[in-house]
Structure formats: structure tokens, C-alpha cells
């Protein structure tokens, strides 16, 4: 099994930014969403639909 490790832009959109806001950062988390290009960029956006602490 590889590990890999990156960074990309994150959006996530109402009840679930609060709680996303409400976490300690330097914590570990599992998100879960999709990929999505914005309309003039050149990169990937992940959309967060939920997440979980590991």
C-alpha cells in the first residue's frame, strides 16, 4: 500500500462549515466528497459532503 499526501482547496457550505469551523486544528479527519473544477481555474476544488475524526 503507498501513502499519499497533498494539499488542495476544500469548500464546505452551511451546517457543515460550522461544525468543520468548530474543530481543533492539527486534528486528523476523513472527508468525503467530490472533485470539481471551478469555472475559470485551472485547479481541482474538493466540495466536503461530510467528514469524520479519525
Excluded: C, N, Y
Excluded at 488542495?8 to 467530490?34: C, D, H, K, P, Y
Amino acid at each position: 500500500m503507498r501513502k499519499v499526501q497533498l494539499k488542495l482547496r476544500a469548500l464546505a457550505i452551511g451546517s457543515l462549515a460550522e461544525r468543520l469551523g468548530q474543530q481543533a486544528v492539527g486534528s486528523v479527519w476523513t472527508f468525503r466528497g467530490f472533485l470539481a473544477t471551478p469555472r475559470q481555474g485551472k485547479s481541482v476544488v474538493l466540495h466536503i459532503q461530510e467528514f469524520q475524526q479519525d
